[in-house]
């Protein structure tokens, strides 16, 4: 007999809080680059590009929120 394996809660799996607080770290991190000139030549490149996966990861979960919504079999499940 298998043992019950309780549901972790919603905060714990939840992916918004962590792209947000990962494309904070990316802004502060293009400010800085971009006003105080910290860096090589391509850390402002890797900074705007870390904030447009960011940009790219709420649009993945915006998608499947919407898939899961209109109750597509394919969606993500745990999503609300």
Not at 7 to 34: N, S, Y
Request: net charge positive.
């Amino acid at each position: 007999m298998a043992a019950h394996i309780p549901e972790l809660p919603h905060r714990l799996t939840a992916p918004e809080p962590v792209i947000v607080v990962g494309m904070l770290g990316w802004l502060v991190a293009t400010i800085v680059v971009a006003g105080w000139g910290v860096g090589t030549d391509n850390t402002l490149t890797i900074c705007l590009v870390g904030l447009g996966v960011g940009l790219f990861g709420c649009f993945v979960v915006a998608l499947q929120k919407w898939a899961v919504r209109r109750g597509s079999r394919a969606a993500q499940q745990g999503l609300s």
